[in-house]
């Protein structure tokens, strides 16, 4: 998916769509292969936090303890996290239908598993192959719009891109608050298995191809490496510190996932040198990009530990319900969802600097305050402080996503979507893990409330390095209209 082409479903180009960049007006067809990829993407990320409220009633249900439950969040993340550096690849030689239908085939297909799971077993293999469907489609959607989105245009489209990574995932608890008050936790996938099947059939449909086939090949070596990589970093800082007295275990897993990092670096600088990369490292050379991906992997880190803890305290220190810890970040979800595509434009009009200073301003005071909650601590400031931090993240990510991968040339589209999305992954899965096993530490010692503050603090002290990150924010190529 390299070059500005639009085909139909047979793979044929389109007439007239050759030189949409050259203004600012996207084709009819351009337009609904976006708005067809986003709907799904929404839709397969929703998936992902959806599990968060229904880990105290599956841990009953399934008779199975906290560590182990906990597995259908950090699996899924793992999972993606593993996937996605072969989307670079698979967006190379597959059309955008067979990618999307590929990608949402799986999501349905682990969908309908999961609610048909007769134990914990199944249903962690379930998220596994959800999860491989969503490790395709975020990666797919923005490499898409870098290919047919005008430059002067895309702050205001990945606005709208922001509704998925972010929205969704705050979303998740509130509806599956909602049906865990109604229904059994199998509901949860069984009112998301229509919508997907019929995002697939809208997509079968209507979805027309963009860009053109490339002939790489892919590197096995490369993708084996990926799983004790990033396999081995993420179960490493799960269990040390949650297990006392049984640290051998995960340091080796964290010894072991960064060797075979260092070994996948590697790999990648030498396949560059004949262009088969699975993964070109080579976008690193645009400094916009490397400091959007840091300031993005901080910004994952708090999203990720902040929709994973929140629920922990509103249900376990204010004993609220699930509906009603759901409701309860049900505002912050909103708040990035209506901002994300007015933070686009501005980004469009005045760049990233402005935008980004602001939202990783926020994000420290609210964490901080966050750290500083107590037993007695009213539910409307709770509520307050997540609407501010959504606000927070929806001033980061799109002037983030923006700025890292306009000044990318065509070649490097999908690797650099597919870079941005794995340390995403990681960076979730990574900051849910240290989070997580901090407050089991503290909380162990010290007491829940105590737990909690200790986490959020940690947090706090991981989102300065945002501040530092988004001063040095720069206007790119897009960000200026060219």
């Avoid at 998220?127 to 002067?152: C, D, E, F, K």
């Avoid at 010894?255 to 600088?269: D, H, K, N, T, Y």
């Avoid at 990233?352 to 990783?360: A, C, D, E, N």
Wanted: glycine share 10%.
């Amino acid at each position: 998916m390299s070059t500005d082409v639009t085909s139909d479903a047979h793979g044929n180009p389109m007439p007239g769509t050759g030189t949409k960049l050259a203004n600012d007006k996207m084709s009819r067809e351009s337009v609904t292969v976006i708005v067809t990829l986003l709907v799904a993407t929404f839709v397969v990320i929703l998936n992902e936090t959806i599990m968060n409220v229904a880990l105290q009633r599956l841990m009953t249900d399934l008779n199975v303890d906290a560590p182990t439950v906990q597995w259908l969040s950090t699996g899924f993340m793992l999972t993606m996290a593993v996937v996605i550096p072969t989307t670079g690849f698979i967006l190379q030689r597959l059309t955008t239908r067979a990618a999307f239908l590929l990608a949402i085939g799986l999501f349905s297909g682990g969908t309908l598993l999961a609610a048909l799971a007769p134990g914990f077993g199944v249903l962690l293999l379930a998220r596994i192959v959800q999860a491989g469907g969503t490790a395709i489609m975020l990666p797919l959607l923005m490499t898409t719009i870098l290919t047919v989105v005008p430059l002067s245009r895309r702050g205001a489209v990945m606005g709208n891109v922001t509704i998925a990574i972010s929205v969704a995932p705050a979303l998740g608890p509130t509806v599956s608050g909602i049906i865990l008050d109604h229904f059994s936790w199998r509901f949860m996938f069984v009112f998301v298995l229509p919508v997907a099947l019929l995002a697939m059939g809208i997509g079968a449909k209507f979805l027309t191809n963009v860009g053109e086939r490339g002939s790489v090949r892919l590197d096995f070596a490369s993708v084996l490496l990926t799983v004790p990589a990033f396999g081995g970093l993420v179960y490493g800082l799960s269990q040390i510190g949650g297990h006392a007295g049984a640290t051998a275990v995960p340091i080796a897993a964290l010894v072991i996932g960064v060797l075979c990092m260092v070994a996948f670096v590697f790999r990648q600088l030498k396949l560059q040198k004949s262009d088969a990369p699975l993964l070109d490292l080579r976008a690193f050379n645009f400094r916009m990009f490397t400091v959007s991906v840091l300031l993005m992997v901080v910004a994952m880190m708090a999203l990720f530990g902040g929709v994973i803890l929140l629920p922990l305290y509103l249900q376990n220190v204010l004993h609220l319900q699930p509906m009603e810890t759901g409701l309860a970040l049900l505002p912050g979800g909103l708040a990035m969802g209506l901002l994300g595509p007015v933070v686009g434009r501005l980004f469009d009009k005045i760049g990233p600097l402005p935008l980004t200073v602001t939202g990783s301003i926020l994000l420290v005071l609210t964490l901080w305050q966050f750290s500083m909650l107590t037993a007695d601590s009213p539910l409307w400031w709770v509520v307050v402080l997540y609407a501010v931090l959504s606000l927070g993240l929806a001033l980061l990510f799109t002037p983030a996503f923006t700025t890292g991968l306009n000044p990318l040339p065509p070649h490097l589209y999908s690797h650099g979507s597919a870079i941005m999305s794995t340390l995403q992954q990681v960076a979730g899965a990574a900051g849910t893990a240290l989070l997580v096993s901090i407050f089991a530490v503290v909380s162990a010692a010290s007491g829940f409330v105590a737990g909690m503050q200790a986490a959020f603090l940690t947090a706090t002290l991981i989102a300065v390095v945002a501040v530092v990150l988004s001063t040095m924010m720069r206007k790119t190529e897009g960000a200026a209209g060219h």
